[in-house]
């Protein structure tokens, strides 16, 4: 890459071989920066580039090639024929709730209509059983005659509930994506489909677990299809159907948006234009979502997904699972409005816990002059658990480092992790759990997660153990490199680059997410030809022209992050500053003033 020191954080700009770009630019006919972009992001072949703009249902991974899945299948289609009942044991968030849905409708679907299959689910409530599979609702399950549980995005790490399961006299399947422990390995069952465990030839592993769960029914559909019209059938209507929540679910879980994901995402966006299924439908229209086009991995994201996950944060996530199976458009509607009121609580409910955060976070920059060299970690017994994910994730935002936030309750805190690149969350909590010395007990009750997201249960007299354990971990690890990561930029262009045309070939790069995150350009030596202009006090509006031309163009920058009234007042920007831009392009939302401008990122005096 080719380096433009412009100040902190440093501005970098992707490079890309030039005959690649011109070679992929002559084959699709598209703008030079178009094919800069591909190139610098490893899709340099033409054939590839194709398939990067042309997803298809052909790109779907054959699920048989999981490891466990022909053995899981068989055991259901067992279950099936003598009408053993089932139970699925699912999550309280999107990936666990839709996962739920997707797989009680496949087994439904390929049981016969004269001996239709005994499906139930349970979805665990957040702050009475916490994440995970339970042993006392095994127990349960085992009364009411279950003989087949199969659990969607948890079970990974759950030894003792599969150690019960057998004890019990029922068989387990478990669905997972979280990363196993690596020193035991996975529970004991009849199949354990995760394509990130060890031996598993399954070429991708970065699905969610609605995901892993959509592989399991795909499998399970292709099994029942008994000939090529049927099999036709299926591609064309039910598989389609189901990758509506499946990208929901991919995209709330925040995998990356490459490889199959990004095929599942896309696919599935496409599918949410004008959905059928009522409760589907009500959800988009109190997320104020138009059903007349398909959804952007940003609406998704910051409108759908936010509903979904309020009713596990702050009430019953199985209302998510009879909202999406549920015929009734009356009970969709009730369903979906109470979702709605549920994230207005939620909502109500960070803001609060977030000002008492700002002044922990005040008193940390008072008292050692910046923010811990290691992991941030915060704790109040009054925050709501069904928010301290949002918590840790807003925390990172302001901090630029792992976070880790917690409550307490009779004894026991309760913690949720989020991280920055470069620093593995799960692994620093692997390292911290082992006892120092022998007379040391483990330091979590439980705990699991991934890379960017954890979640914890641990003693509350244990805490501070943690913070120590989390410094030390984190002092030697979180160099100022990971910290302070430069901001990438894809290509330098000039105004003129900016056309309606390298706009539509821009959007058809979509679903952006991590691994595919929406590019950023820059642009220097640009002429500020009005005076700032504030909005709401805390985000600006620059009206910017290249000097001697008359393309201008509006660049906003929103205060999510970056407070940027305080940056025009350093840099004393006023009409006639001349500066170098890094940001984002758009699409005007007002339809009354069509056109494109710029989201801002970054600036620098020129």
Known sequence: MSTAQIGPPQWITRSADDAAVQHLAENLRCPKAIARLLVSRGIADPAAAHAFFNPSLDDLIDPMLMLGMDIAVARIQQAVRTSDPILIYGDYDVDGTTATVLLKTAIERIAPKETPARVTYHVPHRIREGYGMQTGVLGEAAASGIRLVISVDTGIRAFAAAEEAKALGMDLIVTDHHLPDGAIGVPEAVAVLNPAQENCPYPFKSLCGAAVAFKLAHALLLAAAETEEQRAK????????????????TIADSVPLEGENRVIAALGLKELRNPVQPGLRALMQVAQIPINRPPSATEVGFRLAPRINAAGRMDIASDVVELFLTKDPARAADLAEKLNRLNDDRRATEAKALEAIELQLAALRENLGDFPAGCIILDDPEW???VLGILASRVVDRTGRPAIVMTHEDGHAHGSGRSIAGFHLLEALSAVHEPVTPSDAPLFSRFGGHAHAVGFSMPSNQTQLLRDRMQLYG?????EEIMTPPLECDAELLFSDLTQDFFDWLTRCEPFGISNREPVFLTRRLTLTAP????KEKHICLQL???GETIRFSALGWSRTTDWPARCAEMALSNGSLIDVAYRLKAKTNPQFPGLELELVDFRLS
């Open 475 to 479: 002092s030697s690890r979180l160099t």
């Open 384 to 386: 709501h658990r069904g």
């Open 545 to 547: 022209q290249p000097p």
């Open 532 to 535: 700032v202009r504030f909005i």
């Open 234 to 249: 299926l591609k064309r209507g039910l598989i389609p159907s189901f990758l509506k929540l499946v990208a929901i679910a």
